[in-house]
């Protein structure tokens, strides 16, 4: 989900106009985007405006993991892709972070079938030239968190007024949740959805030992929002 009228920050100017343009004069692009995949990435990346992984607090991560992706620090993305793929429908998961993150730089919200195997060999891609945690690093910088934010750092001085280091646990587990579905879940809008989404990532931290129970219990009880 984006917010309609606002570019994304963390990508180049010249980005969003590349994915909404699908004529056949973009073949020649779409087909380069594959065989020259890291130079392509980086030509449509800002990273003047991305946060380093040092600067991800480690129990975001966490959270992100715990909530929309387990399998993938486990067995790796692509398998999913590509067995939900030939399957015709989802087997293993929703969409990986890999996929949302060649999702969100590449490509359209178009729903085609030529689509979704530009997605399968840019996800290819992705995990062929960049490790897991890179892999993270882009997605957290070019994700949409809802409430005008796009990337950690806008979502962070956005909902808390803080940066990301300084996040406590239920603040990461409230962005970790914000994802999936950003615009239901913004917790300035929608405070009692929001917290309860917070409590159901704290809840599958504590279930994959991320955290303690007696941690997410806490981090729960805590009234971060005024």
């Not at 890291?38 to 966490?62: C, Y």
């Amino acid at each position: 989900a984006v917010e309609e009228g606002k570019s994304n920050p963390s990508l180049s100017p010249n980005t969003e106009d590349s994915k909404k343009d699908s004529s056949l004069s973009t073949v020649k692009e779409k087909l380069g985007n594959i065989l020259h995949f890291k130079e392509s990435l980086e030509a449509r990346v800002d990273r003047n405006k991305f946060i380093s992984q040092k600067e991800i607090p480690d129990l975001l991560k966490k959270g992100i993991i715990a909530t929309e992706d387990r399998r993938s620090y486990e067995h790796g993305v692509t398998r999913a892709a590509v067995t939900n793929y030939f399957a015709g429908r989802t087997l293993e998961g929703g969409s990986t972070i890999t996929q949302q993150t060649v999702k969100n730089i590449f490509l359209s919200n178009d729903r085609t079938i030529l689509r979704k195997m530009e997605e399968l060999a840019l996800a290819v891609q992705l995990e062929k030239y960049y490790t897991k945690d890179q892999i993270l690093e882009l997605y957290l910088n070019t994700i949409y968190f809802g409430h005008g934010a796009y990337g950690l750092k806008e979502a962070s001085l956005t909902y808390f007024g803080k940066e990301p280091k300084d996040l406590d646990l239920s603040q990461c587990a409230m962005l970790a949740g914000l994802p999936q579905a950003p615009s239901a879940y913004d917790p300035i809008d929608h405070p009692k959805e929001g917290a309860q989404r917070m409590t159901v990532v704290l809840t599958l931290m504590a279930q994959q030992g991320y955290i303690s129970p007696e941690d997410a219990a806490k981090a729960a009880m805590n009234l971060w929002l005024k």
